[in-house]
């Protein structure tokens, strides 16, 4: 009789075999990359529901800095909110209508403004730099880490703590009569 040789990937079980292959795989994720204040952010791909050019926010009364006012983008009222002000830098002066607005998914119905809209990058996971070279809390709160590409160092925002951090305000101590 004849004997075949044994092939070790064909002991192995399928499954298995195909997690250590994911497992070697770098994982990539895709950046939706903008502009606003000439700094350049980015948001996860997954966490954009779509752009719109040239909206005028309606104004909120005595909103934080970060908050620009509120848009209707795809009969959706959202929160527009600016970037360069959720950082922790000055906030940036915006025209009355706003160039670019990212809709962004999720229930707190929020959107972020920009100069301009870049392009979808894909980067490898481990790419990603923390942000501990961010200098203040807030700051560490919204940027997720740091991606660099064709020589531009790009903030990816985390878009769980945008709100959060958009109305986030030192508790004053209030006078007593």
């Not at 600016?82 to 929020?110: F, K, T, Y």
Request: a negative charge.
């Amino acid at each position: 009789m004849h004997q075949r040789s044994r092939n070790p990937l064909m002991s192995t079980p399928i499954s298995e075999a195909t997690n250590q292959e994911a497992e070697s795989e770098p994982q990539l994720r895709d950046l939706f990359s903008f502009v606003a204040g000439g700094r350049y952010f980015a948001v996860f791909a997954e966490d954009v529901e779509g752009t719109v050019d040239t909206k005028r926010p309606a104004v909120l009364p005595n909103a934080p800095p970060a908050v620009l006012g509120v848009v209707c983008v795809r009969g959706r009222m959202l929160t527009t909110l600016d970037p360069i002000a959720l950082v922790g830098e000055d906030a940036n002066s915006w025209p009355a209508e706003l160039p670019c607005v990212i809709a962004l998914r999720g229930d707190e119905q929020l959107a972020l403004a920009a100069d301009s809209l870049g392009e979808t990058i894909t980067v490898a996971a481990t790419d990603i730099e923390t942000a501990a070279g961010v200098a203040e809390d807030q700051a560490r709160q919204v940027v997720t880490g740091i991606s660099r590409h064709a020589g531009q160092e790009i903030a990816i925002l985390n878009t769980g703590n945008l709100f959060s951090a958009a109305v986030h305000r030192q508790e004053r101590r209030r006078r007593r009569f």
